[in-house]
Structures are given as C-alpha cells and as structure tokens.
C-alpha cells in the first residue's frame, strides 16, 4: 500500500531557528496537507497543498508539492516555543487521506 | 473548518468491558473516518463512516470489535469491543469538508484499559 516517508523523526533547535521537514511516496498525490498535533490534542491542519509546484504559507509556515508529485516540504521560519509538537504530512486519496509518521519538533531552552 | 467534539475525552477501563466514543460535528457532512493513534505514533485509520452506508473497515479492523453507528450527517459512535491492554490508545474522529474535501479532527479520546 501507500507509505509516506517523512523525515527527520525529530529535530532539536534553538529558538529563532529556522526549521525544514518533507515527506516522500512513492505514489502520487493529488493533495499534500501538513498537521500539527498537541499533546493531548487532535491534529490541526496548518497547510493544503493542490497542485504540483504549488508553494504555500501560512504566516511563518510554508509548504511546497514537489512537481513530481511525490513530495513536499515544510518549514517554519524563526521559531517560538509554541511551535513544539509533532508535525505529520499526509497525501489524500479520493476515499482517505495516508500519514507520515510525525516529526517531533523539540526547541531548546 | 468544523468544531468537532467528542466523548469521553478519556476513560480508564477494565478488560473484557467495552466503551462506546460519540463524535458530535456542528455541521452535516458526509465522511466521516475513525483513527487510532498508538502511544509515540502515526495515525492508522480504522474506519470510514458515511451517512446512509455500512461503514468501510481498513485491514486488520473488523466491524465485531469496532462497531461504528452513523446515524445522521452530525454524529458517529465508535465502540471499543471486549477491550484488552493492546486497545489503549487515543482514538479521534475526523471529517472531510469543503469542495476541497480538507480532513479535520477531533481532540481525541484517550483510552486506558487496564
């Protein structure tokens, strides 16, 4: 079936720092989104992605779909404390959507 | 986007009983999905519950342990069946909107089964 490969699995940065993660598939997606999970919380959608090559903020947040259609990026420019959490992307199919398996963001004191 | 609530927002539970989880959406729509969410892991989808249909189960969930109701565009029931340690997790429900079917979810509901 399809897997999402996303990376890093975690990332320890300093406050300020800008921050990058992307996914990978070996399929095609018609849409990427990228979530932000609290602890205790459900997923928050943060970005959709439509079309191939589209590029995407969302105030300090911007995410691309590669042209291939097989992967997209995400980065966070200049970041805060409230920004720790764990980020998942995901490809939507016409019945699902398929999860990455998060990157947990960390930002040190 | 869609306010979407569910109960419990946890429970501690015995094993062998079961627990049913109510997700309540604050507007009709159509898809409806259940996701697991192990402890430290990605989301697995269980099930998808759409209005007017028997709900479609991913492999490795069956309808005996997971029965799913969808008795209207607003609401869902998920039910947690003869529970064992291995179904301690947060389980949340989501749904699809908009003409660009973007998935929201719930805050979850975290279970212990003891």
């Known amino acids: 079936g399809q897997q999402l490969n996303q990376s890093p699995q975690s990332m320890f940065i300093q406050e300020g720092e800008d921050v990058s993660m992307n996914c990978t598939s070996s399929?095609?997606?018609?849409?990427w989104l990228w979530y932000k999970q609290d602890p205790g919380e459900g997923p928050v959608l943060l970005i959709a992605?439509?079309?191939?090559?589209e590029l995407t903020s969302n105030g300090r947040l911007t995410a691309q779909f590669g042209i291939t259609r097989k992967d997209s990026f995400l980065n966070i420019s200049a970041s805060i404390p409230s920004d720790v959490g764990i980020y998942f992307c995901?490809?939507?199919?016409?019945?699902?959507?398929?999860f990455g398996k998060g990157t947990r963001l960390h930002i040190l004191p | 986007s869609a306010v979407i609530s569910q109960k419990p927002s946890r429970d501690i539970c015995q094993r062998g009983t079961s627990l049913t989880i109510q997700c309540q959406v604050d507007?009709?729509?159509?898809?409806m999905f259940w996701y697991r969410q192990q402890p430290g892991q990605s989301l697995t989808l269980i099930a998808t519950?759409?209005?007017?249909?028997?709900?479609?189960?991913e492999s490795g969930f069956v309808i005996d342990k997971f029965p799913i109701s969808r008795p209207n565009l607003t609401f869902s029931t998920l039910t947690v069946s003869n529970m064992s340690p291995e179904d301690s997790s947060i389980y949340l429900c989501?749904?699809?909107?908009?003409?660009?079917?973007?998935?929201?979810f719930g805050p979850g509901t975290r279970l212990t089964v003891t």
């Open positions: 989501s749904v699809v909107l908009g003409i660009r079917y973007e998935q929201y």
């Open positions: 399929s095609i997606f018609n849409t």
């Open positions: 992605l439509y079309k191939a090559g």
């Open positions: 995901a490809g939507q199919l016409p019945d699902k959507i398929i």
């Open positions: 507007s009709q729509v159509t898809m």
């Open positions: 519950a759409n209005q007017g249909s028997e709900a479609t189960y």
